[in-house]
């Protein structure tokens, strides 16, 4: 008798900060539901230590050398997107395309296309209050791609109730967007128990992570601050004596740091979802986080909340953290309980499901993927 036919899916993603974890977790997970799973990312090329995280028989990676499309705001790569994309497609005959970014939606698939709205220029400028260079020609261009992207796909995801209706504001697409929460695997907990130092995660440079309040609010408190990520453009900017930059990390490296912390920050302006918080919170870290939608949405009860532009009383709240062993072991276990409702299984049972629905397998499904030189 014949295999059963095996779903094949070619998913994008970009190898920079939480899209990467999410699609590479993701890919391994769906892996496991015996799918197939093509990873084609857009942007700088895998590392060696990111193409770890997929070592999977069914999994395979083409790094395209594309844009990114925040990165080509008028579109300038688009003619040989189209061309590289056109002839992946063409190789490997896809069942549903899952694309973790917009604009590649109106391209001429062979398959139905799912686009994830994990987030985008506009709604990043707009929480950061710095949107008059939108209007610049590239920037109008952009949009209309991200708009045209959502109403061409046969749907499209956002990974919080506060992201989705954020994105229906801006566009207003034709579809009303599906919900499905971002997910971890289970994270083993270290029998030396937690250290006594605060972790905070993201690149300097991006003002919507709003690391300098983090720097800010460290001066003084009586646990250090350990910041992993890219370095800020100005390295000479005055920090906080007591503030560690650790760099970029391997995604193991963050999550043992993780495993260690006692608290994990995140005084973000703009966080559609927020993964690294997620795996902090499966790390057993007790969660200070900005009050913004997507946080109260996914941690109201298991963490504590501090206005985002207020770093006094994120400094308040951190060292009374530092010193309030009873309080923060409760939030530890807070996070950590919260974490479960948000398992990487659910996700991937999740767009499984979402696939199947909107798809019916190619009889070619059993055979490997071909990836295109």
Request: with cysteine; hydrophobic share 45%; net charge neutral.
């Amino acid at each position: 008798m014949k295999a059963p036919a095996r779903l094949r899916v070619l998913m994008t993603t970009d190898t920079v900060g939480g899209v990467w974890t999410y699609a590479a977790t993701l890919a391994s997970a769906l892996a496991r539901l015996d799918i197939d799973v093509l990873l084609v990312t857009i942007g700088p090329p895998t590392r060696p230590d990111q193409r770890t995280m997929i070592a999977h028989p069914h999994i395979q990676l083409i790094d395209s050398g594309l844009d990114l499309e925040w990165q080509d705001p008028a579109g300038d790569d688009e003619p040989r997107a189209r061309a590289v994309l056109g002839n992946i497609d063409a190789c490997i005959c896809p069942d549903i395309v899952h694309l973790n970014g917009f604009r590649e939606a109106r391209y001429d698939w062979s398959a139905p296309t799912l686009v994830v709205a994990h987030s985008c220029v506009n709604s990043w400028a707009h929480a950061c209050d710095d949107t008059g260079w939108l209007q610049q020609p590239e920037w109008r261009r952009y949009t209309e791609a991200v708009s045209q992207g959502l109403d061409r796909a046969r749907l499209w995801v956002a990974p919080t109730r506060a992201f989705r209706d954020e994105v229906v504001r801006i566009y207003r697409p034709v579809g009303s967007g599906v919900v499905i929460h971002n997910g971890v695997a289970p994270v083993r907990q270290p029998q030396s128990g937690k250290q006594q130092f605060i972790l905070a995660a993201g690149r300097m440079r991006d003002a919507a992570k709003n690391l300098a309040a983090v720097s800010e609010a460290a001066e003084g408190l009586p646990w250090p601050v350990c910041v992993a990520g890219e370095a800020d453009a100005s390295p000479d900017r005055p920090t906080a004596h007591n503030l560690v930059r650790l760099g970029v990390l391997p995604h193991a490296g963050l999550t043992t740091r993780m495993q260690r912390a006692g608290i994990f920050v995140s005084p973000a302006l703009y966080e559609p979802f927020g993964l690294a918080v997620l795996e902090a919170a499966a790390a057993g870290c007790a969660l200070v986080l900005s009050d913004i939608p997507s946080f109260r949405e996914l941690w109201d009860g298991a963490a504590r909340f501090v206005a985002p532009n207020d770093a006094a009383a994120l400094h308040h709240v951190l060292g009374e953290l530092c010193r309030d062993r009873p309080q923060r072991l409760a939030l530890q276990d807070a996070a950590r309980m919260r974490a479960q409702n948000y398992a990487l299984a659910h996700t991937a049972a999740a767009y499984a499901d979402l696939y199947r629905a909107h798809v019916a397998p190619r009889a070619h499904a059993t055979d490997a993927i071909k990836v295109p030189a």
